[in-house]
């Protein structure tokens, strides 16, 4: 049988790949992706490694009005469980709660692990991870910018119950979507060469 042909090679999507970066959720602005951008974009984040195809991962949007509502609510959250903070510091955390859907789009990533699944939970972590990247770099291709964050709102019981995280469920990722104001500058890389282990020569 006559193998199929190989794929061929897409510099651009290369090129894309080595040159994307995060850009923070302050520095992103109008435009963002529109209803039919954002339901391709959720698809293709969907488009990853899934041993059992358990789908240990769900979606939530937050667009529009709903980003200022959220927002002021995880503000109040935010000091109605920190009491013990000094008030100064206290409240300078519940703004930045208050301000934490900047970007004109964000999607929490949910994972939620099978626990009846002989597949261990680490691997269905991890899956939901990729549906991370895969947003990330979908937004990109898109010629959208985004990063990826967690912090208070992605881990307090408080703020999973304002974002509708239920029982046995995690954050993997607050994903906040956008244009950057400005061109990002790119920031030192990890040496791969040093990282790498061989156990065959590289090709030449």
Known sequence: MTPPPRRPSTPEALALLETRRSVAAAGLHAPGPDADQTRRLLAIAARVPDHAMLVPWRFIVISGAARGEIGARLSQAYRENNTHMPEEKRE???AIM????PAPLAVVVVSRPVESSAIPAFEQELSAGAVCMNLL?????MGFDGIWVTGWAATHKAALAILGVGEGERVAGILHIGTAKEAPADRPRPDVAALTTHWSPPEA
């Open 137 to 141: 770099t979908g937004a990109a291709a």
């Open 92 to 94: 300078k955390f519940a």
């Open 98 to 101: 208050g301000r934490l859907f």
